[in-house]
């Protein structure tokens, strides 16, 4: 059976879809501290400042999942923070060596924003990285893929359908997208191994709980579970 295709555009379903992708309430998210005004004059001292005023961003982190939303402004305090912090102590033998330890914990926080599959946050912690190195030749290829996947459609599994007047019966999933480049969304019914949107139907996961997708642009896969109408 052919993909069915209803294309609607609106402007209160859109917003439903981003309000769906909550996971982190914005207003008790602590904000980075300022660098005090008195310098400590060791290593170890100075990375423990620094490292301070970014703990609000490594505790985003371990709880982030592909849908949790980047607080407003919390990249833009976070950024400045560190540049002052920056600013402080890169002129000091013992403030190079603390930066270039942050620096060290910052990529592996990277890492855990990549593999939690969250764009925003990726481009967040790439721009810190830069803020203590901004040659770091690693952060390139981190910040071409979180380009990419901000732009990966939103499914929601609304139901199932399966068509027994076909040998063997096809099972088809019925799927809201959001299309964020555009803020379109359209319904679909897909079956397993069709492409649509720039994604890939590859397998019902279990007894119709869910199916498994594959972003085709940059070959991540991901879930998504079975969701009743509102």
């Not at 079956?191 to 709980?209: A, M, N, P, S, V």
Request: proline content about 7%; overall charge negative; aromatic content about 8%.
């Amino acid at each position: 059976m052919s993909v069915w295709l209803r294309l609607r555009i609106t402007a209160r379903l859109a917003p439903l879809v981003i309000l769906g992708l909550g996971g982190c309430d914005v207003d008790q998210l602590p904000q980075p501290s300022a660098v005090p005004g008195q310098a400590p004059d060791t290593k170890e001292a100075i990375q423990a400042e620094v490292e301070a005023g970014l703990q609000p961003l490594y505790d985003y982190v371990g709880t982030l999942t592909r849908q949790t939303p980047l607080p407003p402004g919390f990249a833009e305090q976070s950024l400045a923070y560190l540049q002052g912090a920056v600013s402080k102590y890169s002129g000091t033998p013992a403030g190079q060596e603390a930066l270039h330890a942050v620096e060290r914990h910052l990529e592996d926080t990277l890492r855990q924003a990549r593999d939690a599959q969250n764009g925003l946050a990726v481009l967040m912690v790439c721009s810190l990285i830069r803020a203590i190195e901004p040659g770091n030749p690693r952060l390139a290829r981190h910040e071409e893929w979180a380009t990419i996947e901000k732009n990966r459609p939103v499914v929601m599994l609304r139901g199932w359908y399966e068509d027994r007047e076909a040998d063997p019966p096809v099972v088809n999933a019925f799927i809201e997208v959001y299309l964020p480049e555009t803020g379109e969304v359209q319904h679909l019914r897909v079956r397993e191994g069709e492409e649509f949107l720039g994604l890939k139907f590859l397998k019902i996961i279990g007894k119709r709980r869910g199916m498994r997708l594959e972003y085709l642009k940059t070959g991540d896969l991901f879930e998504v579970y079975l969701r009743s109408w509102p």
